[in-house]
T-cell receptor, first 115, second 111 residues
């Protein structure tokens, strides 16, 4: 069964450094998403991406964040200058359509630790 | 704004016990409702979903019914197993890309 994959599984970085989290969505999906889950808190929507541009973003997704689909398979989340509060589990997801009935399929997550 | 509220955990049950995890939602329209499960060390997996009122989603012995009158989508299973130990998330979604999750309920099933 096709699945969303993410790398790395765990990333440790120093405050102020840039990190890139990588995702490979399911191959025939057209919509891509990033969510984050701070330890012990809710899973929160960050951004959605379609047709090579951001379609929606939350207030969490400020100027330090960016997303890109550099080729036909990868979908990346970049954090330019990490802060301690960026420490969280980051989940990538994908879906075939934008419709509310459609299922978003999630990857296993990347745990980001900012020291 | 739209939100999902789940019963707080952790929930600890013995094997073969009956499980209910409550989920209620606040929404201005008629969202689709989902239950996701997160097994230890893994990502979020769709467990079941319902897209309109009175629909029942079911999978792996779990069930949830979309109740518009009570704005609820409670998860139930008649007989839990140790392998059901995980964190369960209730979520809602409209025709957009923003899925709203509950806080998650950790379930531990003891043999």
């Amino acid at each position: 069964e096709p699945e969303v994959t993410q790398t790395p599984s765990h990333q440790v970085t120093q405050m102020g450094q840039e990190v890139i989290l990588r995702c490979v969505p399911i191959s025939n999906h057209l919509y891509f998403y990033w969510y984050r889950q701070i330890l012990g808190q809710k899973v929160e929507f960050l951004v959605s991406f379609y047709n090579n541009e951001i379609s929606e973003k939350s207030e969490i997704f400020d100027d330090q964040f960016s997303v890109e689909r550099p080729d036909g398979s990868n979908f990346t989340l970049k954090i330019r200058s990490t802060k301690l509060e960026d420490s969280a589990m980051y989940f990538c997801a994908s879906s075939t359509t934008r419709g509310g009935q459609d299922t978003q399929y999630f990857g296993p997550g990347t745990r980001l630790t900012v020291l | 704004g739209d939100s999902v509220t789940q019963m707080e955990g952790p929930v600890t049950l013995s094997e073969e016990a009956f499980l209910t995890i409550n989920c209620t939602y606040t929404a201005t329209g008629y969202p689709s409702l989902f239950w996701y499960v997160q097994y230890p060390g893994e990502g979020l997996q769709l467990l079941l979903k319902a897209t309109k009122a009175d629909d029942k989603g079911s999978n792996k012995g779990f069930e949830a019914t979309y109740r518009k009158e009570t704005t609820s989508f409670h998860l139930e299973k008649g007989s839990v197993q140790v392998s059901d130990s995980a964190v369960y998330f209730c979520a809602l979604r409209y025709n957009n890309n923003d899925m709203r999750f509950g806080a998650g309920t950790r379930l531990t099933v003891k043999p």
